[in-house]
């Protein structure tokens, strides 16, 4: 084989070098992107579980309040923890909401205004027990049910990132073996002489 063909030959291996581990290097550009992208979901997802504790606090604060049956506490505090829930409420609705807790969180917002409602329609004297109670509870068991969705999706996000995260490590592998395999190719075709070439 003639000088300028071993050159011609170590070009275009080397090209298709140069192309996997171009590849490669975005693979892990990708790779680091993916990362980051599931760190900001489950970023979201903490804000949300931290969102929903706190507003179960203050239902919680409420039910104590309503218990104690102090009318001028009841009535001046609820006021402050009805727009604490609000921004709450508000800054939850801010966050990415899948299908199903969408619909649980329109739920709690409408059952908070209607609680707040009640609320104001009894500022003359505490809220009536039974339906206080229950629509405090219902208010729980949404919570609680939005509460089981962040782990069901942080569950879910995590799974799908880890399939995402093996399957470029995969290709990665395989692009460095088919690098392995092509610097063993480039030196025999160096090294090798042609039967042509050693009788002249």
């Not at 068991?141 to 509460?147: I, K, P, Q, R, T």
């Amino acid at each position: 084989m003639a000088l300028y063909d071993k050159i011609k030959w170590i070009l275009g291996i080397l090209l298709v070098f140069f192309l996997i581990l171009t590849t490669n290097l975005i693979d892990r550009q990708n790779f680091r992107i993916v990362t980051n992208s599931i760190e900001t979901i489950y970023a979201d997802r903490l804000i949300a579980k931290n969102l929903i504790y706190d507003l179960s606090g203050y239902l919680h604060e409420k039910e104590v309040r309503f218990i104690r049956q102090n009318q001028q506490s009841f009535d001046g505090e609820n006021d402050i923890i009805n727009e604490q829930c609000r921004a709450l409420i508000e800054a939850f609705s801010k966050t990415k909401l899948v299908p199903e807790e969408e619909i649980v969180f329109i739920q709690f917002r409408r059952a908070f205004e209607e609680l707040a409602q009640y609320e104001g329609r009894a500022s003359d004297a505490a809220p009536n027990g039974e339906p206080y109670f229950n629509q405090l509870s219902r208010l729980s068991d949404l919570l609680d049910e939005l509460s089981n969705i962040q782990i069901m999706e942080g569950r879910r996000e995590l799974k799908e990132s880890r399939r995402a995260l093996k399957a470029v490590d995969l290709f990665t592998n395989l692009e460095i073996y088919m690098l392995v395999f092509m610097a063993i190719i480039v030196q025999i075709l160096v090294m090798y002489r042609s039967p042509t070439s050693s009788a002249e």
